[in-house]
C-alpha cells in the first residue's frame, strides 16, 4: 500500500470511527431513556438491563453502519477539499480513480464485515436480547418459541403448533393442539385451518377434533367454531414479522419455504431474506454515491456540506428502500428486485455523478 492510500485510508477510518460512535451513542441514550423506566418499573436490576443494551449494540451498529459511511465519505472528501488536499493531489497527476479507491475498498471491506455481523453476530445477541427482556426482566411466558420454523406453546396439560402468525389479524394459521394426560400420552387432537384471538380468547376456526379418550381408536367430530382455554398471549408470540431483521438469511429461508410448502404466501419473508444481503452492501452503495458527490462539490466541501448531504442522500435511500420492500412483502414486487432495488438506482446514481465529475 502506498503512502497515499494509507493516507486516504487512515484519515477515513478515523472519521469512520467518530462518525459511528456518534450514531451509536445518540441511538443508545434514546432508546434507554425510553426502554429504562420500563424496564424499572417492572423490577429489572441494573446488570440485566446493562446486558440488555449490550447485547443490542450489534444490531445498532448494523442500522447504523451504512449511514455513517455515507457521512464519512462525504467529510473525509469535503475536508481534503477544504485544506486544498484534493487540488494538490490532482496537480501531481493523481487521479480522481486512483483518489477514491482506498475509500471504495474500505467500504466493500466494511460491507462483508456488516454481512458476517448480520448472519453470525446479531441473530445470537438478538435472541440473548429478547431473552432478557421477556423473562428476566418483564417475567412474561417462555413456552412460546419457534422451533423448525414452526410455533410452539404448552399450556398445562396442552401442546399447540401453529405453522405462522398473522400480527395484524391476530390470527395462527395451520394449528394442531393435543391434549395429553399425566403420562403424556394423547387425549384429544384438534387440527384447525386457524385460530384467531378476538375478545380476550383464543377461538378455532373449522376444528375437527379427535378424540383418544375411549381406548380404541378415537372418535371424530367437527364444528365451524371452537372456544379453546388457552393461556397464550399476543404478546407471548415470538413471530417473524416485526424481528426478522434480526433473523439469519437460513432461517428464514427456511421459514418461507416451509410456508410455500404448506400452501401458505410468503412474500413477505422471502423479501426480507433477500434483504438480509442486501442491506449490508448499503454500505459500499454509500461510498459510490457519497464520491462524487463531495468532489462535485470540491470548491464548496467542508463539514457542513458533508453533514447536510449524508442527512438527504440518507433520508432518499431509507425512503426509496422501505417503499420497495413494502411492494416486496405485498407481492407487487418480485421478492429480489423489491431487496436489491434501492442499491442498484442509488449506484445508478453515483455512476452518473461520477460522469459529471471532471477529472
Not at 438469511?249 to 412474500?267: C, I, M, P, V, W
Request: aromatic letters at 10%; a positive charge; glycine letters at 8%.
Amino acid at each position: 500500500m502506498s503512502i497515499l492510500n494509507r493516507y486516504i485510508a487512515a484519515a477515513w477510518l478515523r472519521l469512520f470511527a467518530l462518525c459511528l460512535g456518534s450514531f451509536v451513542s445518540v441511538y443508545l441514550v434514546l432508546d434507554m431513556m425510553d426502554k429504562i423506566p420500563r424496564f424499572i418499573r417492572a423490577g429489572g436490576a441494573a446488570g440485566d438491563i446493562l446486558s440488555f443494551f449490550a447485547c443490542k449494540l450489534p444490531e445498532i451498529i448494523g442500522q447504523t453502519a451504512s449511514f455513517a459511511i455515507l457521512m464519512t465519505t462525504l467529510l473525509t472528501l469535503g475536508i481534503f477539499s477544504r485544506n486544498s488536499e484534493v487540488i494538490a493531489m490532482r496537480s501531481c497527476g493523481v487521479s480522481l480513480l486512483r483518489i477514491s479507491l482506498p475509500m471504495l475498498a474500505l467500504g466493500l471491506a466494511a460491507s462483508f464485515v456488516l454481512l458476517a455481523n448480520a448472519e453470525l453476530v446479531v441473530p445470537r445477541s438478538f435472541e440473548r436480547m429478547e431473552y432478557i427482556e421477556r423473562v428476566i426482566i418483564k417475567k412474561q411466558n417462555i413456552n412460546a418459541f419457534f422451533k423448525r420454523n414452526n410455533i410452539w406453546f404448552r399450556s398445562d396439560s396442552m401442546i399447540l403448533q401453529a405453522q405462522m402468525f398473522e400480527p395484524q389479524a391476530k390470527m395462527l394459521k395451520g394449528v394442531i393442539i393435543w391434549t395429553l394426560d399425566t403420562t403424556m400420552n394423547p387425549l384429544v387432537r384438534i387440527d384447525a385451518e386457524a385460530a384467531q384471538f378476538r375478545d380476550g380468547r383464543w377461538t378455532l376456526l373449522r376444528p375437527l377434533q379427535k378424540d383418544f379418550s375411549q381406548g380404541h381408536g378415537f372418535s371424530l367430530s367437527s364444528a365451524p367454531t371452537m372456544d379453546i382455554a388457552l393461556n397464550l398471549k399476543i404478546d407471548d408470540l415470538r413471530v417473524l414479522d416485526n424481528n426478522a431483521d434480526n433473523l439469519s438469511f437460513r432461517k428464514l429461508k427456511e421459514y418461507a419455504d416451509n410456508l410455500r410448502s404448506g400452501g401458505y404466501q410468503a412474500h413477505r419473508y422471502l423479501t426480507m431474506m433477500h434483504a438480509k444481503l442486501s442491506a449490508p452492501f448499503a454500505a459500499f452503495v454509500m461510498v459510490i454515491l457519497g464520491i462524487p458527490f463531495a468532489l462535485r462539490n470540491s470548491r464548496s466541501g467542508g463539514i457542513a456540506l458533508g453533514i447536510g448531504a449524508s442527512i438527504g442522500i440518507g433520508f432518499a435511500y431509507f425512503v426509496v428502500n422501505a417503499l420497495l420492500l413494502s411492494y416486496g412483502r405485498n407481492g407487487v414486487l418480485p421478492p429480489l428486485v423489491a431487496a436489491w432495488g434501492a442499491n442498484l438506482i442509488f449506484v445508478l446514481g453515483g455512476i452518473w455523478l461520477a460522469m459529471t465529475v471532471r477529472d
